[in-house]
């Protein structure tokens, strides 16, 4: 199994532009997550979708956008890109609800945005 | 006030020692705690979660719960440098898989 993938890897995107961070799972699981980590911030929820078909806010949802495209794949988007928005982004998948166990993360996407 | 705090170190041990890292939350309906490890320019991976009052222990890694004073801690016995890496505390609030995360304690083990 190859557990949560991310593409792209590294990425470099200019003021203004757009992109797609891609996640996918292959663990049967019902939720999916985003987090962006910045230095000495730990993890912060972008967004988040419980299951399929919905999707909900985390704690810092300004300048992004999702779609739970069906239950493996879940994907961030950027509309106009931002240098406050450079950070290393995770993707991350569990069985969801009050007593969910592990969340098994993705190897992240490190963005710069100039 | 941060909803989940860490210390963010760096903690400095030598090899062989125990490590004790700590972690507070504020809200008290919280459900579940997790501590995470993160290598650098790695992702999080879980090494304990703990859901009740008292001690869990897994190898040289042991997870305590204080639901009273809110908070809960990690020791690691017998430190190696192998463990050194930054150690995230998570919190599941209420009935939602939503975790919280403070910011992270750095650990260093030192041969």
């Known amino acids: 199994n190859a557990g949560v993938t991310q593409t792209p890897k590294f990425q470099v995107l200019k003021t203004g532009q757009s992109m797609t961070l891609q996640c996918a799972q292959d663990?049967?699981?019902?939720?999916m997550y985003w987090y962006r980590q910045d230095p000495g911030m730990g993890l912060r929820l972008i967004y988040y979708?419980?299951?399929?078909?919905?999707?909900d806010k985390g704690e810092v949802p300004n300048g992004y956008n999702v779609s739970r495209l069906n239950k493996r794949e879940f994907s961030l988007r950027l509309e106009s890109a931002a240098p406050s928005q450079t950070s290393v982004y995770f993707c991350?998948?569990?069985?969801?609800?009050?007593?969910?166990?592990?969340?098994?993360f993705g190897p992240g996407t490190r963005l710069t945005v100039l | 006030q941060k909803e989940v705090e860490q210390n963010s170190g760096p903690l400095s041990v030598p090899e062989g020692a125990i490590a004790s890292l700590n972690c507070t939350y504020s809200?008290?309906?919280?459900?579940?705690f997790f501590w995470y490890r993160q290598y650098s320019g790695k992702s999080p991976e879980l090494i304990m979660s703990?859901?009740?009052?008292g001690d869990k222990e897994d190898g040289r890694f042991t997870a305590q719960l204080n639901k009273a004073s809110q908070y809960v801690s990690l020791l690691i016995r017998d430190s190696q440098p192998s463990d050194s890496a930054t150690y995230l505390c998570?919190?599941?609030?209420?009935?939602?898989?939503?975790?919280?995360f403070g910011q992270g304690t750095t650990l260093q083990v030192k041969p």
């Open positions: 991350a998948s569990d069985n969801g609800g009050a007593n969910s166990d592990t969340q098994y």
């Open positions: 663990m049967n699981h019902n939720s």
């Open positions: 979708s419980a299951s399929e078909g919905t999707t």
């Open positions: 809200d008290r309906g919280s459900q579940s």
């Open positions: 703990i859901y009740s009052n």
């Open positions: 998570a919190v599941n609030k209420g009935n939602t898989g939503k975790l919280i």
